[in-house]
């Protein structure tokens, strides 16, 4: 795909969190369910409805075509303090859940790096979290949802009822209709705290070699240095953690405080800037191995504390890759992926190495699979980055994997329906009237190679 | 049953409700414990609805009047699932009048008296076509002044009779000077700000407070699509103000603050030059 600078408005009215691709479109934001035909009647190009805007490419824009954001329909509508079953409309964000729950001592089932996120876009996304090997996606832990199609109709969609649609809306990318309200199995806690165990590590083996170690605990997550090489090369931290036993106070999180303030510059990341941010990381930690508990928060959404971090990248945006490679090929996948990127010269700092674990997604859609997954942000460098995508995006598929829509702006057509062969059965469930940029983009005629 | 007999029961019921405090003590609220009894007039209003959300987190019973069912039944969920001790509900269009007594007295019988009476029901209206017809002026000066004076009216009484009591107005900014932009919406909010002001001179000494609430510009559905919206209030921060507001001892409150500032340079622009501006 190439860098669509000349379309690029000045101010786009909803952003994807990597800023790239930026359209316009229309808005027309939902406060009520029953709002939603008539939010998307007369849309001449389509409509999506959306939430937060935390996808990084474009499942979440639509390109001159009506976006519905859903934050604004936030309600409770039940919960059950004997279970944990809590009932809410779509457009509440897993933060305002967090808020309600962990008072009460319930936490997510799944949450995933960030809490600013709808209950509806972690469903049309199936997201996952760092206790993916235990848990499963986050769909997993949804036993019923309500899905309105553009015409209104309303479908109640479980396993037992409407299992289709309920698999096609799991992972369907917000295209098969309106979430307007789901439930949601919670899990108890009682601390906040979590405990944490942060491990150095050297190459994939002893990554593998981690993980077997720890499997049975439920939180497990690694942090990869992708520039170093030779005897550095992927030199990481592996981070485990479970939520504490012994009771503590359960208060709510205060808001956070830090807003990054402005647009950085293009050459703030760099090679260099960001060979000492990693050699820092690596070395933050003082001793091999270090034990402590850590509140949830810092644990699960350390990027979260700053608002608007991806200013950080500049007004260009950044670029996101994130891949599943089944186990059979998944060490020398991603062996062979990190030297591509470390010859590439292309900086990132934010390289996380974890495991998918064998409970399968409910989704007909759905991203994860048991084996490797790999994600890492990139700067848009127009004549670097997107060749270097087309060429990991190729690699992925050779070992087998896949890359993941919700945090995709450069799969092809044909990477696409060879990473999803399920796509021609999800379309049946679409609906007519909504579609994305990104479906446009992976489906549309005339790109499929 | 018709509603001219329902009126009539429930004006007959009406001395039978609880008298909490001897007649002639002024007490103060803030330093009485436990849950607020809270009727709340227009509840699917953004604004009513961010500051239902904090009475329930306290526990406070919550009597909630909307005209959608559908809404109001959504947010009375909403209400219970955060913790408040006591919801109920009707479905009433307020523009009606007529009903105003018989809802009213059902109100305090079901929350078993009356702490704070939240008056949140208004329309922005289409400013253009109020400038072009009458019927559109007329809509907006319906919801936003008339019925809130019938409700006021009864609702006054009521608390003065029991020396008890916060009656919480939501005006607006607007109200303070009318501008081309919306003078329509801005002349109903002047009507129902001076009525508030009246209706606070004649029963603060009767030991009931009355609350002239003036937000300017608050990110709602009814603000939705217009121009620089991003720019204004967050409805969470401007409902934490008013929950504070009503627990004190204030006549008139700006939310945010700034717009008493604001509206205080706005006021004092010189009319040759105010009729000549864009606002």
Redesign the interface.
Known sequence: MPFEQQTTPIKPPFESWGRYPAYDATLKPLHWQGDFPAAIAGAISGALPVGMGRSYGDVCLLKEGTLVPTIGMNRLLDFNAETGLLTAEAGITLAQILDFAVPRGYFLPVTPGTKYVTLGGAIANDVHGKNHDVTGSFGNHVPCFELMRSDGTRMLCSQRENPDWFAATIGGMGLTGLITWAQLRLQPIVSRMIDYQGIQFHGIDEFLDLKKQYENVAYTVSWVDCVSTGKNFARGIFMLGDHSKVPSELKTTPKPKLVFPFNAPGFALNRASVSLFNTLFFHKQMKSHVKMLQDYEPFFYPLDKVLHWNRMYGKRGLLQFQYAIPWEHAKEGTEAILKEIAKSGLASFLAVLKTFGDIPSLGMMSFPQAGIMFALDFPIKPNVSFPLMQRLGDMTLEFGGRLYPAKDACMTASQFQAFYPKWQQFSKYKDPALTSSFWERVTGEGTAQ | MNSAQRTQTATTAEPQLPLRYAPTIAVDDAAEAGPQRILVLGATS?IAEATCRLWAERGDHLFLVARNA??LN??A??MR??GAGYVDTAVVDLDDTTKHAELLAHAVNSLAGLDVAFVALGVLGDARESELNFAEANRILQTNFVSAVSLLTWLGNFCAQRHHGTLAVLSSVAGDRGRKSNYVYGSSKAGLSTFVDGLRNRIDREGVRVLTIKPGPVKT?MT?GMRSSDKFADVETVATSLVKAIGKRAGVVYVPGKWWIIMRVVTLIPEFIFKKLDL
């Open positions: 953004g559908d809404k959504v947010v969920a909403d699932v955060r559905a939705e």
